[in-house]
């Protein structure tokens, strides 16, 4: 099989950045893209730097862009990526700083990770030496996913929120977390939520899944930061603007079935700030960007809606019990009816 692969080729020194096209005549087809980059390195041109380590997707060393999706190396048929013809365009993953070629810096993702303290914290239970504490596996189920992580950066390669403000503490990090505050064996889970509700923690994600859809080994980093979300709010610690914004959410499409964008920015940002933003708001208003707050209106066909969080709060799933795992499962969720309370009025929080 005859494999051609355009790569982006950088060297910060120089500031040179350039695409190169390689060609390969005798590929095997069960060969994957490390397998290419490999003999381009020993066959055709020794200064082509990327990482890889175990070649098996479990050290996280050859995360790179393909075609703009970030994947590893290792777990990619070239075959398939060659499909229709296309030259496929590898680049380096992006959100870290370049060193040369395919390799970034990891550090920024080490230190995001050393500031959640990434493991348990000291407690005056210890079982004392030469003892362990054991938990059974049903309680760690709550931390599986999460403990599957390889640390090959590709949620951190796209994540949006974080190439829009730097210095979120991004789905990796986050899902180290949830790996710790989801552990029953975890005795600072009120101190973790706290420092992980405030600015660039939890409420900067955008929300948009892509790091749940890309990460190859299924830790879900949107679900771990889900997750936290509503342990916080189990907790009480909801100070936060993103939390205010998400309560609002809910009280708005309880109440009326509809977001009420106009209020939503008093909701977050306070009374004071939002004073500030008034004329912002006349000129969305003026141009029909921004509907009046009054009167409020009121979707029809509102009680589906209503039944969904009737039966959510039916079942008493506070914090992260609540949180549904990854799109996908919004498929086995059965709609049950349940019986209709009495309509609620419009309220403030
Ligand atoms: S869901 Fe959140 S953390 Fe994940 S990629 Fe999107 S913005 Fe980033
Ligand atoms: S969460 Fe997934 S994508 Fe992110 S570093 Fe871990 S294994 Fe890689």
Redesign the pocket.
Known sequence: MQVRLQIRRSDPATGETRLQLYQLDHVRPAATLLDCLEEIKEEQDGTLAFRRSCREGIC?SC?VRIDGR?ALACRTSVAELLAGGRIPLITPIGNLPLIRDLVVEMEP?WQKMRSVQPFLSPTSDSPGEGRETVVSPALLEAVHK?A???????????CDALTVSPEFLG??AL?KAWRLVGDPREPATGRRLQELSREHGIWECTRCYL?NE????????RD?IAKLGAEAFAAGVTRDRGARHARWFVTSARTTGWLRESELVVKTLGVAVSVTKIPLALRLFRRGKAPLPLPRHKAKGLEPARALQRIVAGQDRRGARGIVQGERVLARIELVRVPEPPEPEAEDF
């Open positions: 996280g995360a970030t993702m999460e599957l992580c390889i640390n090959c950066g590709a949620c951190i390669s796209e789905p990796h899902s790091c890309r990460c190859p080994k299924g830790v879900d980093p771990a």
